[in-house]
C-alpha cells in the first residue's frame, strides 16, 4: 500500500510540475502570435522580456520571406507524403522537403533574433528561461522516477472514477 501512495504523491507532483511549466504556454492559446506551436516558448519569453503581442504579431505577419518558406513546406509536403504513399520517392523530393523545412527554420529565428534584440528587459526572460528549464527538468526526473518505480510491479491499479 505505501508503494501506491509513493506513486500516487509522485504522479500528483509531475502533475503540478507540468502544469506549472505549461500554463503559461497555454495561455497564448493554440499556434498564437504569427508563429506556429514550436516556437510558444520563444513567444513567452519575448513577453517576459517586455515585447508586446503585436510587436510579435507585426514581426511575423509582415515577414514575406517567412509566407512563401511556409507554402513551400507544404507543397513539399504534399510531394513527399504522395510518394511516401506510392512507395517512390527519390532523393529530390525527400531533400526538397528537408531544405523547405531549414529555410523555414532559419527565416522563423532570423525573426525571433530580431524580436529579441529590441526586447527592454532581457534579464527577465533570461530567468524565466532558467525556471523553465529547472522545473522541465523536475518533471523529467518526476516521471522518471514514477515509472522506474513502476516498473517491477506486474499489477495495474485502475484509476478512480469521477462521480
Request: proline fraction near 3%; glycine fraction near 10%; charge should be positive.
Given at each position: 500500500m505505501?508503494?501506491?501512495s509513493?506513486?500516487?504523491?509522485?504522479?500528483g507532483?509531475?502533475a503540478?510540475a507540468?502544469?506549472a511549466t505549461?500554463a503559461?504556454?497555454?495561455a497564448?492559446?493554440h499556434y498564437g502570435?504569427?508563429?506556429r506551436?514550436?516556437d510558444?516558448?520563444?513567444?513567452?519569453?519575448?513577453?517576459?522580456?517586455?515585447?508586446s503581442?503585436?510587436?510579435i504579431r507585426?514581426?511575423?505577419?509582415?515577414?514575406?520571406?517567412?509566407?512563401?518558406?511556409?507554402?513551400?513546406v507544404?507543397?513539399?509536403?504534399?510531394?513527399?507524403d504522395?510518394?511516401v504513399?506510392?512507395g517512390a520517392?527519390?532523393n529530390?523530393?525527400i531533400a526538397a522537403y528537408?531544405?523547405?523545412?531549414?529555410?523555414?527554420t532559419?527565416q522563423?529565428?532570423?525573426d525571433?533574433?530580431?524580436?529579441?534584440?529590441?526586447a527592454?528587459?532581457k534579464s527577465?526572460?533570461t530567468?524565466?528561461?532558467?525556471?523553465l528549464?529547472?522545473?522541465?527538468m523536475q518533471k523529467?526526473?518526476?516521471?522518471h522516477?514514477?515509472?522506474?518505480?513502476?516498473k517491477?510491479?506486474n499489477?495495474?491499479?485502475?484509476?478512480?472514477?469521477?462521480?
Open positions: 505505501k508503494k501506491e509513493a506513486l500516487a504523491m509522485v504522479s507532483l509531475a503540478l507540468l502544469a505549461c503559461p504556454a497555454l497564448f492559446g502570435h504569427g508563429h506551436g514550436g510558444m516558448q520563444l513567444g513567452l519569453l519575448a513577453h517576459a522580456a517586455g515585447v503581442g503585436e510587436t507585426s514581426t511575423f505577419k509582415n515577414d514575406a520571406t517567412l509566407k512563401t518558406d511556409f507554402q513551400n507544404r507543397n513539399t509536403k504534399k510531394a513527399v504522395a510518394c504513399i506510392a520517392c527519390n529530390g523530393e528537408a531544405s523547405a523545412q531549414s529555410a523555414l532559419q522563423k529565428m532570423t525571433w533574433q530580431t524580436i529579441f534584440a529590441g527592454p528587459n527577465a526572460a530567468s524565466l528561461k532558467g525556471q528549464d529547472a522545473l522541465n523529467h526526473q518526476l516521471l522516477q514514477a515509472f522506474s518505480s513502476a517491477g510491479s499489477t495495474v491499479t485502475p484509476p478512480a472514477t469521477q462521480q
